[in-house]
Nanobody, 122 residues
């Protein structure tokens, strides 16, 4: 099994910054991609940013320039640096990982963290 534990959420004023972390633990062979999604009240979960093990990234178009995703493969940890936060960034932020659990199979599985609340006050 694979566990993803997020940290770093909280309450911040508009214009402020937060840095989220998500560490993977458990039994697995390789983490392909890791990413962040968010879900605001009454809205669908949406992609924030994603990064592969080779450090290729993609972002939601509306967040480019304010959010930066990075990854420490040695620590199986992904980070999300969020700058110039706006009230509309308020949401629960979820960590996601595409994990290859076995050396003998290329099949990968999707795992999710429990989510961390980010609240941006105006």
């Amino acid at each position: 099994q694979v566990q993803l534990v997020e940290s770093g959420g909280g309450l911040v004023q508009a214009g402020g910054s937060l840095n989220l972390s998500c560490a993977a633990s458990g039994s697995f062979y390789h983490i392909n991609a890791m990413g962040w999604y968010r879900q605001a009240p009454g809205k669908q979960r949406e992609l924030v940013a994603r990064i592969t093990s080779g450090a290729n990234t993609n972002y939601a178009d509306s967040l480019k320039g304010r959010f930066t995703i990075s990854r420490d493969n040695a620590k199986d940890t992904v980070y999300l640096q969020m700058n110039s936060l706006k009230p509309e960034d308020t949401a629960v932020y979820y960590c996601n990982a595409d994990v290859r659990t076995s050396l003998i199979s290329f099949r990968s599985y999707d795992y999710w963290g429990q989510g961390t609340q980010v609240t941006v006050s105006s």
